[in-house]
Structures are given as structure tokens and as C-alpha cells.
């Protein structure tokens, strides 16, 4: 394991308590302080339409989007050169980069309530507010003189919306499963979740709850739903959006748009240096609920792709690129296309076995025509092959020494516990952690239960929930909650020094948010996280991060955090 240096803790901060950890808005240990940056709503750049409410559809398109969720920060320094940004990535020597970069931000979701101040759109004006509120930004932004960070004009600040041309690319980008007879283009994203980032400088974010998009309203009467939208939780009124209603793309009911659908449920990779790039759908690593992408190089140079499907009872799986990734994009063939998709089953004695997810499989072959159609459905190869139901998959973090954690949220509905799921029902999420025999590349893994969260309840280090997770290289483990907490808390941030399991709460959000979003300077000075849907949207119960003695909407926004010392966060 990690040893922390001199034998001292590796987590020495004074933390948020049981006592203070409520309430409108947010608390953070006083050894540390925060900054609010980019609320929902504010202009992309300087210059851009001002932040009013609730907006219209064209400001919308210009401003930051709701539900900060997963995000990067990509440092912008002089010495930074294709090819050698990971190696760079982490390090103290960049300089400029600690205080200037692109930082790429997802947009997971808005209700309508929120959004557009009404439960239902009343046209098709309405929902491209809605859809303009979803998806992507980036952002260029700077440390100022006196400390603060801020945006800054920018050749590559954008947004990405559910309206922007998207292609895709690997094993199924040709298939016709992914073309409309109406024909019309691949356009955006949608329900980006958590995210993750390539060695090659790139951002990938990934589709989440997307079925709840589409709905069954033009041909209602004859529409049903077949076994992949079952599979995939489609479903006459999705979740109440209703864009269905006005934008036919989103009509699972019309036939000029059959296969629309089967156009959301992937990762996707941004390049967050150049504002004119198309975003890539990478077929290659599966349709699914994707939560999180995140990328490790792995034995000989292959990059690997860990990624949760968070639904109850889902899977976890992890990618695996063809050969050494530099001499993969050397030869003109993009690492995140060829290779291949695994899921996860987790034996009861502490091993575990990947399933890859491959055409030449004969019980796959017998279900599917080719890999495309394989890799559209996903979730029924996973199931053809018996991959382990998990408690709600959702981040994954590569720590130094090759262990691999993941958070698993919750699950009401389990009634039968395993090994990997202990918990029946599961009321408030654990965390795993396993370690490849192969350095992330192989077939077979050994893993253990990290964290119960149950365990914690009543005591200082209460948590519940767990989502958002990164392994430092220090060996400390962060770990961001979204749910229902114990003990009177608001939703948090918690660091863990994983050699003594020892937690401490860093941050507290405000009622009703949940903490996420987790991206970090080089240097390890700076940290930017996020809090999504305060107050889930009620002014009566907060008016973050306006004052809150007014009646505004609250809103998502994203904190900067530096320790007072100017120290390494976490320490
Ligand atoms: Fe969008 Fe599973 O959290
Ligand atoms: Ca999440
Ligand atoms: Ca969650
Ligand atoms: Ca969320």
C-alpha cells in the first residue's frame, strides 16, 4: 500500500462537523476557503447575454448550462505539446497552466420547472431553452490578480448543446441502427453525467439518462415499446420534458425518426483547444447509462476505459484499446475505436472475471447480426454473458498503485445480498475496489469492499450515497455524495486517507443539492467542484449563491477551492 510520508496523515485539515454541515449554503472546513464560479445562466465569455430568468432559447445557447456535473480543467501553458500531455498533466513544474486553462463542464439536466419556470412546454421555442440548458461548455478561465478566478475572452469557449452536430465513430458509426429514415444528421447530447479525459488532451463526456428524453405522442396508439427501449427504460411519457410533444426527434412514435434513440447512450470526446471540433461518439465503448469514462494507460501502453451504468441491478465495464495508444493515433487510428469492451462479474470468494463483449462469442453471435448491433445493445449482451447486477455503478478512480475504486450509490430494491453488493436493500451505498492481475489489461481481477456507508452513520465521518470519487497521487481518495444524508448533513465532500481509512468532510453543499464534478489544478493548489440542483430549484428553501435574503432562483453553480496554507487539497 501508499505510506504516507514521515508516518503522519495524509488528511491533517480540521473538518466540517456533524453540527455545521447543514442549512442554505454551503460550509467548508476553516482551514480552507471557496470562490463561486460560472452559475448557470452566466455568459459564456465576457461580453456574451447577461444572466436573466428564466432565459430564452438564443441566450440559453450562449450561456453556461444547468447541472454542472462531471468537468476537466486542461491547463494552457506555453510548453504544453501534443502527445506529452499526460505525463504533464500532474505536474508542479507547468507553471501558467496552474492558473489559466480550458475547463470542460457537463450539463447533466434541468427540470422545466427550473429551466423555463413552468412544469411543461407550451412550444417548440420552450423546449430548445430546455435543450439549450443541457450538454456541454467550455470555458476558458484565468486567476486574477487578486486571487480570484474568472472567464476570459476565448477563441475555444462553447457550448454544446442537444442541437449540435455530432458524428460517430468505431465499430458501429455506419451501422443503420444509427440512421433515421428521415436522414437527418447526428445532433447533440444529452444527460452528460460524469466524465473523463484522455492522455491526447481530450474531454470525454458521457450520456447518462437520455431515455427520459423521448416520449410516444404523434402515433401513440400504435406505438410500443420493443425489448431494447424496455431494456433501456423508454417509455411513452419519459420523464416529463416533453420535448417529444414539439421536436418529432424526440417522438420515439415517429417513423421518419426510428433510430433517433439509439443515438444517445455514449461517450463522448470533445477537444476542449479547438471551438470548431465535432464531437466524436465513440461507439467502441458501448451504449449504456454511462455515468463516468475514466482513461488510465494500462500494460504496453493501452489505454483503459473504466465505465458504470448506473440503474439498479446495471454493470461495470472497462475498455481496452487494440496496442500502445501513441503508435495507435501515430498510424492515424484513434485508440478509443479499436480494441475491446468488458463487463464485470465479481465471484463470491473475492476474484472477478471480464466478459468481453465480442461478435465471436457464439451466445452473443446468436443474438446479435454484428459487433454494431452488439455494441447499440450493450446492456443485453451484458446480461446474455451473466456479468454481477451492482448497487447503481457510478464513478470509477485509478489511484496510483493500480487500485481501482468505485462508488456504488444505493439500491432500495435489492433483496438479495452478494459478496460485491453486502447490502440488502442498500440504503446508502458502498464503495469497491479491485486490482487487475494484468495492470488494467487483463481478464481476471481480486477485489475487496472498501467503504460500507452505513458503517459511518452517527459518528463524524457520516456519509451516504457516494458518486463522485478521485484517487490523488498522494494516496488520499476523494469522494462526493448525491442522496439523502444521515446525520442532518447536507450533501458533501469527503477525503479519505486510504492506508488508515480515516474520513474527513472537506465541504458541505446547500439543502437539497447534490456534490459533484471534481477537476484539479497540476500543482494540486486549486479545486473546482460543483453543486447540482440546489435547493432542487425551490427559492423557498435557497437562494444560492445569491444572498439569501430575496426570492431568486437557486443555481448550479461551481466552487473554487484553495486551502488558506496555499497546500495540496486534501492535506
Ligand atoms: Fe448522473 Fe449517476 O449520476
Ligand atoms: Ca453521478
Ligand atoms: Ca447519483
Ligand atoms: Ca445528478
Redesign the pocket.
Known sequence: GLKSRRGRSLVNFTPVTLAEGNGPTPSISPDYEYQVLIPWGEPLEPGGPAYSWPPTAEDQRQQIGIGH??MTFFPIDRRMQEGDYSDRLFRKHWGQGNRHGMLAINHEFGRNSTVLGKDFPESLDDVRTSQHAHGVAVVEIKKQRNGEWQQVESENARRIHVNTPVRFSGPAASSELLKTPNGNIPLGTVNN??NGHTPWGTYLTCE?NFNGYFGATHNKATWTATEEHERYGFSENGFGYGWHVFDRRFDLSDPDYKNEENRFGWVVEIDPFDGTQVPVKRTALGRIKH??ATVTVGKDNRVVVYMGD?QRFDYIYKFVSAGDWVEMRANGVDPLDEGTLYVAKFNEDGTGEWLPLTIDNPALAARFADQAELLTFTRIAADILGATPMDRP??VTVAPNSDVYCTL?NNSRRTEADAANPMAPNADGHIIRWRDTEEHTGTNFAWDIFLIAQDTHGTEESFSDP??LWADPDGRLFVQT?GGQKDGLNNQLLVVDTNTKEIRRLFTGVTGD?I?GLAITPDRRTLFINTQHPGNGDPSVTNFPAPQDGVTVPRDCTFVITRKNGGVIGS
Open positions: 456535473d462531471g453525467c460524469s447518462e455515468e463516468g448506473d457510478e464513478w450509490t458518486d463522485g448525491d447534490e459533484t
